[in-house]
């Protein structure tokens, strides 16, 4: 235990040593501030309570003198540059403002113009905006600032084309003049010696050029910059491909030149990729009658009508195909809907001698007050109980219904009534009509296999002859650009024809380019992509019974669809606008949707 005290005896009083104040100690090394870095000054003063010498601050010089009057303690160091010379003035006056200027500020502009005194001519680019500052000796005055109203003022050198135009504007600024002889710290800003009063906007440019040149842009900044420039110069080259595209998109000439046409669809092979059914979302309860894609190749909106009663609308995206509305007619069978060539509204008809009207944009559904035919005849045996076949004109403003005992009978749409304006009459009650392109003639198809072709002006035949390989003709359809037209059968046969040949013929009966035997049963289904390089044909009597038609070869396709492909009983048919898609329905209430890879991207 005496070991222990003596030690601590021994430490106490070496300690007391150091401190005694008759010790030699080189204090001279102590109280040279310049050779102690910060981290000992900031010691010194928390253990001594020693002021810490003011120190001069890093600048882009090492040679540089700084006045005493500029070291002095304002009591704005903490005030940005924005609010030391800001100048709040309610109404244009002649006044004159002093200001202190912040201790950092005077010290970095001093550095900077003491450094750059000597050098030469720099070009500094801000803004899109390039200006040269010459650098002149400081000479220490009172900082003031001069504030008056000009009775006119120099143009705006800051108004350029490639400047943004501000978000906010003060219009104090434009009644401000600085002076910038009136301070030391503002000739650094001066282009030339003789310069002398400037506006605010100058001088609020001034002031950002010099601090742009003490703090220099950042290099992810000016790598932002060049990646804004050259998107900018994209923009650019695309609005010049523009101006050079307007005088084709307007010419009424030919676009062979022009444009690059997509490959033609190739026979034998069909690249066909499944995908979600369409109306997964919402199945349909029974069989599905009918279904169509919207006109507009910008709207991918299908609807399913079923044996449920019910129109379903989805929006066709390949993937999810989300469910947007349904329909219910608990009154009407449906038989068969269609779109209207405009897109505007669904025609609902079935075993009723009454339609439905569904108006997509207002959701409202309007029935028909009477058969459209009842006005004929005042017997009720006349009037038409079933008004299924029936077909849109290509511009949608007539309406065309196969009446009983052969009777077609014309309907104005146009003028939104639906009465009927005339009636056509054929030798046998008609299965299925046809329009030609632009609308002047229409083709029937009568229960004894003869086509009659009408001149709806003038509601006179121009063509009838009968289908030889008919034996029961049921269906008749043709593409939009009428260079095909197809006939199917009871036995399964489809025949092709080209309408300008079958009008141009005389006497005997038209030969088809080719009639189809790939289908033993019923034809149920027929339709023409809007291109006329396929054509689907189905029948509702087997299952499976679906084929593809490459028209310009008028063969089928042998990759698709095999006898591993779930269709199930097809009773409805319909392709896309664009032809990329095709909807299959069957007697199941799926309405199976196919990707055709070949028209994907035309």
Request: aromatic letters at 6%; glycine letters at 6%; proline letters at 5%.
């Amino acid at each position: 235990m005496a070991k222990v005290r003596a030690r601590k005896r021994q430490r106490a009083s070496t300690s007391k040593d150091i401190l005694q104040p008759n010790k030699t100690v080189n204090t001279e090394l102590l109280e040279d501030d310049a050779l102690k870095d910060n981290e000992e000054l900031q010691l010194e003063s928390m253990l001594f309570g020693k002021a810490i010498p003011k120190r001069r601050r890093p600048s882009l010089s090492e040679d540089i003198v700084h006045d005493d009057d500029e070291l002095e303690n304002t009591g704005m160091e903490h005030l940005p540059d924005t609010d030391l010379f800001f100048v709040d003035q309610g109404e244009p006056s002649t006044s004159k403002v002093t200001l202190d200027a912040s201790e950092s500020d005077q010290e970095s502009n001093e550095e900077a113009e003491e450094d750059e005194a000597a050098s030469d001519e720099e070009d500094e680019d801000w803004g899109g905006i390039t200006q040269t500052l010459e650098e002149t000796e400081p000479e220490v005055q009172s900082p003031t600032l001069d504030v008056t109203t000009p009775s006119s003022r120099p143009p705006n050198p800051l108004t350029t084309k490639s400047r943004k135009k501000a978000a906010w504007h003060d219009p104090a600024d434009d009644a401000l003049t600085v002076s910038l002889t009136s301070k030391t710290k503002l000739r650094k800003l001066r282009d030339s010696k003789d310069e002398d009063e400037v506006d605010g906007r100058v001088y609020q440019r001034k002031l950002r050029q010099q601090f742009e040149k003490i703090n220099p842009t950042p290099e992810w900044a000016t790598k932002a910059r060049k990646r804004k420039r050259r998107r900018d110069d994209e923009d650019e080259d695309e609005e010049m491909t523009e101006d050079l595209l307007d005088p084709v998109l307007n010419a009424s000439g030919g676009l062979v030149n022009h444009r690059k046409v997509k490959e033609s669809l190739a026979s034998g092979s069909l690249s066909v990729e499944r995908l979600r059914d369409a109306n997964q979302a919402a199945k349909t309860q029974g069989e599905i009658k009918a279904l169509g894609f919207h006109p507009n190749p910008n709207i991918s909106v299908l609807f399913t009508a079923g044996g449920d009663r019910r129109l379903r609308l989805f929006n066709v995206d390949g993937h999810t195909n989300p469910h947007l509305q349904t329909i219910h007619v608990p009154d009407l069978p449906l038989a068969n809907a269609a779109f209207h060539p405009s897109g505007s509204s669904i025609l609902l008809t079935g075993s009723r001698p009454y339609y439905y009207n569904y108006d997509i944009q207002s959701g409202v559904t309007t029935r028909s007050l009477a058969s459209p035919t009842s006005h004929l005849s005042t017997s009720e045996a006349n009037s038409d109980h079933n008004l299924s076949t029936n077909l849109f004109s290509p511009r949608g403003d007539l309406l065309a219904v196969a009446g009983r005992r052969g009777y077609i009978h014309l309907l104005d749409w146009a003028r939104g009534g639906g009465q009927t304006i005339g009636s056509l009459k054929a030798n046998s009650p008609v299965k299925s009509l046809y329009w030609s392109k632009d609308g002047s003639q229409l083709w029937s198809l009568g229960e004894d296999s003869e086509v009659f072709v009408w001149d709806v002006g003038s509601r006179r035949c121009v063509k009838k002859w009968k289908e030889d390989g008919g034996y029961g003709a049921r269906l008749i359809t043709g593409d939009v650009g009428d260079r095909y037209v197809g006939i199917g059968s009871n036995t399964g046969f489809v025949s092709i024809y080209e309408p300008e040949a079958v009008l141009a013929s005389t006497g005997s009966n038209p030969k088809p380019l080719k009639t189809i035997g790939n289908l033993t049963t019923r034809i149920s289904s027929l339709t023409f992509d809007r291109s006329a390089q396929v054509m689907a044909m189905a029948s509702n009597m087997k299952k499976d019974q679906l084929r593809m038609l490459h028209v310009q070869s008028l063969t089928v396709f042998a990759n698709w669809p095999t006898s591993s492909t779930p269709l199930g009983t097809v009773s409805a048919l319909g392709f896309s606008p664009s032809s990329q898609y095709i909807a299959v329905g069957n007697t199941r209430g799926n309405a199976l949707l196919y990707h055709l890879r070949h028209f994907s991207s035309s």
